[in-house]
């Protein structure tokens, strides 16, 4: 019998036309890191307003030594998962370290931030349960909601209103997972921590909260989203974190009570079935946590930088939006415009990568501006003058460009719910 199934290289080649039709085409680089916030390729060099390496930790020398050390004495990789031989005297240090800055019973470490959503929601929520997040959380919360088989809520972005309905018009029998950002990876916006946390506990519901870009550069001492908002482990039972981001390193970690992480541990699937992290990184992350804790002027380098650039950027027109961290999104619209306002700036010596649907919404493609505490005020200066004249010479009214307000980014109160 003949099938009328697609041959496959047809069907690839008929999806790269519709991706490059849709200005959507990405690609890779083999980017080479400098210091200084810098990135190079082929005898170039760009100041990097694209990387998450908020604190500048990734190439300190303090972590760098560490992760030497670590591989001297542990090996390359860990060789198993946690549960077989993959869990070591770094990782359990790594872990207690961590549990000490942020006020929480235990820790539980991960290779990715990916890994540990997926644990958590798929192992806290199943078919019959509810899971309700903010439309805008990132990829890894919505992907980790539908795989857990629970059902998806989705209420307007930052909109507490939104989120009262959603919790009003549900069940009271089954476990429901209130789910957010700490701070949007696009948007660079806090979540309403406050009163999202105050309506999941009226709601009896669960409030998970991913602080990836967060832990570290806010909050007192730099615990965070959380701490900023003057909340605790009562207020968020289930805190996700990264190590790839403010502490330069890799992986991520989950955060609560001992019967929490001792749940993961038995059910998190994504937790049994992976190779645990190299212990080498693991040493190079509590370095970073030493200097994260040790020198709070890092924290207020970035906080000066991310003035400065509001301010120049206000200097020059730009209309921002109400984004007070590190991550600053100058929202153009079309994928076009954005990809050659990029290209301008890279011409000038900057690397501010484009970031388009379907990473953001449609219409909304923007040069998402990732500060450093790496970063120079002549950089700041410099970077603001050529994306002006980036946009002036595509046309562009920096007017009317810049970060999406919090809260109004989708309809007021538009229902998803998926399977």
């Given at each position: 019998m003949v099938t009328k199934r697609p041959e496959l290289g047809a069907w690839l080649a008929r999806r790269a036309h519709e991706?490059?039709?849709?200005?959507?085409?990405?690609?890779?680089?083999?980017?080479?890191?400098?210091?200084?916030a810098r990135v190079a390729r082929d005898g170039r060099e760009w100041v990097d307003f694209s990387s998450n390496d908020y604190l500048g930790l990734a190439r300190h020398p303090e972590v760098v030594s560490a992760l030497a050390r670590g591989a001297a004495r542990w090996g390359a990789g860990s060789g198993a998962s946690a549960l077989v031989t993959g869990y070591g005297p770094a990782h359990r240090a790594l872990e207690e370290a961590l549990a000490d800055f942020l006020g929480r019973e235990r820790v539980l470490l991960f290779s990715s931030g990916w890994l540990a959503n997926l644990a958590v929601a798929a192992s806290l929520a199943g078919r019959g349960d509810t899971i309700v997040q903010d439309r805008l959380c990132h990829a890894s919360l919505i992907d980790a909601a539908r795989l857990s088989g629970a059902r998806l809520v989705r209420h307007a972005h930052a909109d507490t209103a939104s989120l009262a309905r959603r919790l009003d018009a549900l069940g009271d029998e089954r476990p429901c997972l209130v789910v957010t950002d700490g701070v949007f990876s696009m948007d660079g916006d806090l979540a309403?921590?406050?009163?999202?946390?105050?309506?999941?506990?009226?709601?009896?519901?669960?409030?998970?909260?991913?602080?990836?870009?967060?832990?570290?550069?806010?909050?007192?001492?730099?615990?965070g989203a959380v701490a900023a908002a003057g909340l605790g482990p009562g207020d968020v039972p289930v805190l996700v974190g990264t190590l790839g981001k403010a502490f330069g390193a890799a992986g991520a970690f989950v955060a609560g009570g001992a019967d929490l992480v001792e749940h993961l541990v038995n059910e998190g699937r994504s937790y049994l079935f992976?190779?645990?992290?190299?212990?080498?990184?693991?040493?190079?992350?509590?370095?970073?946590?030493?200097?994260?804790?040790?020198?709070?002027?890092?924290?207020?380098?970035?906080?000066?930088?991310?003035?400065?650039?509001?301010?120049?950027?206000?200097?020059?027109?730009?209309?921002?939006?109400?984004?007070?961290?590190?991550?600053?999104p100058v929202v153009v619209g079309a994928s076009g415009?954005?990809?050659?306002?990029?290209?301008?700036l890279e011409d000038a010596g900057f690397l501010a990568v484009p970031i388009r649907p379907p990473?953001?919404?449609?219409?909304?493609?923007?040069?998402?501006?990732?500060?450093?505490?790496?970063?120079?005020?002549?950089?700041?200066?410099?970077?603001?003058?050529?994306?002006?004249?980036?946009?002036?010479?595509?046309?562009?009214?920096?007017?009317?460009?810049?970060?999406?307000?919090?809260?109004?980014?989708?309809p007021a109160d538009a229902a998803e719910a998926t399977p």
């Amino acid at each position: 019998m003949v099938t009328k199934r697609p041959e496959l290289g047809a069907w690839l080649a008929r999806r790269a036309h519709e991706r490059r039709a849709a200005r959507r085409e990405r690609s890779r680089r083999a980017l080479e890191p400098r210091p200084g916030a810098r990135v190079a390729r082929d005898g170039r060099e760009w100041v990097d307003f694209s990387s998450n390496d908020y604190l500048g930790l990734a190439r300190h020398p303090e972590v760098v030594s560490a992760l030497a050390r670590g591989a001297a004495r542990w090996g390359a990789g860990s060789g198993a998962s946690a549960l077989v031989t993959g869990y070591g005297p770094a990782h359990r240090a790594l872990e207690e370290a961590l549990a000490d800055f942020l006020g929480r019973e235990r820790v539980l470490l991960f290779s990715s931030g990916w890994l540990a959503n997926l644990a958590v929601a798929a192992s806290l929520a199943g078919r019959g349960d509810t899971i309700v997040q903010d439309r805008l959380c990132h990829a890894s919360l919505i992907d980790a909601a539908r795989l857990s088989g629970a059902r998806l809520v989705r209420h307007a972005h930052a909109d507490t209103a939104s989120l009262a309905r959603r919790l009003d018009a549900l069940g009271d029998e089954r476990p429901c997972l209130v789910v957010t950002d700490g701070v949007f990876s696009m948007d660079g916006d806090l979540a309403p921590l406050g009163e999202t946390a105050r309506l999941a506990a009226q709601a009896g519901a669960w409030l998970v909260v991913d602080d990836a870009h967060g832990i570290g550069t806010l909050g007192p001492g730099g615990r965070g989203a959380v701490a900023a908002a003057g909340l605790g482990p009562g207020d968020v039972p289930v805190l996700v974190g990264t190590l790839g981001k403010a502490f330069g390193a890799a992986g991520a970690f989950v955060a609560g009570g001992a019967d929490l992480v001792e749940h993961l541990v038995n059910e998190g699937r994504s937790y049994l079935f992976t190779t645990a992290p190299p212990p080498a990184v693991a040493e190079a992350a509590r370095a970073a946590l030493r200097i994260v804790r040790g020198e709070p002027e890092r924290r207020e380098a970035l906080a000066r930088n991310i003035a400065a650039f509001r301010r120049a950027a206000r200097r020059e027109g730009l209309c921002l939006g109400g984004s007070e961290s590190a991550i600053q999104p100058v929202v153009v619209g079309a994928s076009g415009t954005a990809l050659a306002v990029a290209a301008r700036l890279e011409d000038a010596g900057f690397l501010a990568v484009p970031i388009r649907p379907p990473t953001v919404p449609r219409g909304t493609a923007r040069l998402r501006i990732a500060l450093s505490a790496a970063h120079r005020a002549a950089d700041i200066e410099a970077l603001v003058d050529a994306l002006a004249g980036a946009l002036a010479a595509e046309g562009v009214d920096p007017r009317s460009v810049g970060g999406r307000p919090a809260g109004r980014g989708t309809p007021a109160d538009a229902a998803e719910a998926t399977p």
